[in-house]
């Protein structure tokens, strides 16, 4: 087959689609409860959903692209990751350039009421290119690569990854795979649990945990990096490896460890609070905090490629499941990347209404929760699906 030829998507692994859709569910609420400041008291672990993300993104692209390079190039699996990845991340960006003032309220983004429409328009045209954004242009006062989004961070991981993946790894043997993953490993368990083998990662305030990575820093870069690369190649080993566990009603008993392992508030921790004056999580002196590092690396070092490996080797039985299962898969990304924008509207209003009744608090918070969902659906059906269609019509099968 000519390299040239349109190659036709694969059929998916539903449950690794819909596990991703319940993950994306979880993060929208840790987003939400975050603006009380209380991540340790409710979504405990929630980050660690893009570490599972990447454990699935490792996967899918191993399954989707490993025995194909004989009929693509390297551009045409660029373009095909471009089509699939890009339309969205525009419209997520024009979202939140669009609600970007709702947060003028918000203690932590002190620096929106200074942000001139012109300059708000230039960081939403440079985020649309994924480049990273360089501290002394941040518009939010939170000092992350993508000001207009809290999730965009982790897309520019993922374009990197899909980068190396087509330029190295995919050459990798299945010797090598295991050599780079092991390694991999090694920095993941050493980030989890303060061990700063190379002296990269620098003064953390999320010791002994992995939540960081968000910032233009060297000691982010270097966490987000450590982050990515276990997952996402682990989740490309258990591919390539053929790795597959079949449970019955897999989806179903993923979901439930997928929320267990996040839902976990902090092990050992006394006292863990986000305090939106200064940016940081305020943690008091425990001397256990040790063993959070040790359940982090319990959880991305051995039960997400675990689940990863029982998602792909199970089927969904049933209509009902099959159904909650193929709207969560299709949910997942444009809800995972447009929640934040609503998530605006609710952080201003926590923060101008600290003396509301906990109904009003809890109405507010599943109203914007049942708005995202229904946002991220109509992102879905009226927008990305057509573009990606067309996209594919006019540029790939070109």
Known sequence: MSQNTYLESKPHYEILDGLRGVAAFI??????????????????????????????????????????????????FFKRRLVRLHPMVILAATLAMLFYYFTDGVPAFHIVRETAPWVLFGVFLWQCLMIPLPQAWDIRGYAEVSSLGGTFWTLHYEYFANFIYALFVRRFNKIGLWIFVAICAVFSFCLANQIDILGLWGHRWAR?????????????????????????????????????????????????????????????????????????????????MWMNGIYESFVILLMFPLIVSMGAGSKVVGKKSSAICKFLGELSYPLYLTHFS????????????????FAQHAFVFVAVLVLSILQAYACLKLYDLPIREWLKEKWLKK
């Open 27 to 76: 993060v929208v609420c840790f987003h939400l409860f975050e603006s009380y400041g209380g991540r340790a008291n409710t979504i405990g672990h929630g980050y660690l959903a893009v570490d599972f993300f990447f454990a699935l993104s490792g996967f899918v692209i191993g399954y989707a692209y490993d025995d194909r390079w004989n009929k693509m190039t390297t551009w045409g």
């Open 208 to 288: 002994y945990s992995m939540n960081s990575g968000f910032s233009l820093t060297v000691s982010e870069v270097s966490v987000a990096l450590t982050r990515l690369m276990y997952p996402f190649f682990a989740g490309l080993l258990v591919s390539r490896m053929g790795w597959l566990i079949k449970v019955k009603g897999g989806f179903w008993w993923c979901s439930l460890l997928v929320a267990i392992l996040l839902i976990m508030p902090p092990v050992g921790v006394n006292d863990a609070h986000f305090d939106f004056e200064t940016r940081s999580m305020v943690i008091g002196a425990n001397d256990s």
């Open 342 to 357: 609503l998530v605006y509207i609710q952080q201003s209003w926590v923060a101008t209404h600290q003396d509301s009744t």
